[in-house]
């Protein structure tokens, strides 16, 4: 047991460290040089289809207005989001991607399909059903802050 949680903790801290120079390295190599996984990560949020106001974007996040505003005026400067007010109510902002967004969306996209065919392309069902369970408990560890609490 001791090895199977010793293996298990330096496989899944591993991950997630080449996880993030891996998505990095994903955007920069589509062409997006000035952009930081996290802004790519509110790219994401944001979308390509209907607009967004911004507290639906910081809540989907999981972050904070004053959070979401600072990477939003960013990504605004760098040409990749519109920031309109709203018709309906002008103190309401709704957020959209320009082209350049779109695009850095696109490559966003195609990067986390890429990285999750890779995971189950040579699972059977059974063991791709028993990933995701695991994953699952992971998810809802984390959610929970973590044990200490």
Do not use: W
Request: hydrophobic fraction near 40%; proline fraction near 1%; charge should be positive.
């Amino acid at each position: 047991m001791e090895r199977t949680m010793v293996t298990l903790n330096r496989l899944i801290s591993g991950a997630f460290n080449d996880m993030s120079r891996s998505e990095q390295q994903a955007i920069r190599a589509g062409g997006f040089t000035d952009v930081s996984v996290n802004e790519a990560h509110t790219v994401d949020a944001i979308g390509v289809y209907l607009p967004k106001t911004m507290s639906a974007v910081a809540e989907k996040l999981d972050i904070t207005m004053g959070t979401l505003t600072v990477s939003i005026n960013h990504l605004v400067k760098k040409g990749y989001v519109n920031k309109v007010k709203s018709e309906t109510d002008r103190r309401v902002f709704m957020l959209s991607l320009t082209e350049k967004g779109k695009g850095l969306f696109k490559v966003h996209q195609k990067f986390h399909f890429d990285m999750v065919k890779s995971l189950i392309v040579n699972l059977s069902d059974y063991e791709a059903d028993m990933f995701i369970e695991a994953l699952s408990c992971l998810n809802q560890f984390l959610k929970k802050g973590s044990a200490l609490n």
